[in-house]
């Protein structure tokens, strides 16, 4: 059974580095019908797609966070790491790691139980 699990400080100074992990367990990152995104849920908004990782290292963000935002791995480690910088209280959010496998087409399929960040001085 595939595991997400995302880690990380729960509180971060306004103006600092948003720093996650998520550790990924039952199975590698490696394969090529995968990928890993980072997603975000504001308090009472929608999901908020930040970016992704392919399995060869390739990475795509949201244009809106395009500037503050780096998605690496580590193979062998088997995670993947999500880099925000220049924070605001608009980045106060649960932050989630997610899978998406390709199977005729790409859908997310595993998901981490997401970790809370709040962004305060």
């Known amino acids: 059974q595939v595991q997400l699990q995302e880690s990380g400080p729960g509180l971060v100074k306004p103006s600092q580095t948003l720093s996650l992990t998520c550790i990924v367990s039952?199975?590698?990152?490696?394969?090529?019908?995968?990928?890993w995104s980072w997603i975000r849920q504001p308090p009472g908004k929608g999901l908020e797609w930040m970016g992704i990782?392919?399995?060869?290292?390739?990475?795509f963000y949201s244009p809106s966070l395009k500037s503050r935002t780096s998605i690496s791995r580590d193979t062998s480690k088997n995670q993947f790491s999500l880099q925000l910088s220049s924070v605001t209280p608009e980045d106060t959010a649960m932050y989630y790691c997610?899978?998406?496998?390709?199977?005729?087409?790409?859908?997310?399929?595993?998901w981490g139980q997401g970790t809370q960040v709040t962004v305060s001085s």
């Open positions: 039952g199975g590698s990152i490696t394969p090529s019908n995968y990928a």
């Open positions: 997610a899978r998406k496998t390709y199977s005729s087409s790409w859908s997310y399929d595993y």
């Open positions: 990782i392919t399995y060869d290292g390739r990475t």
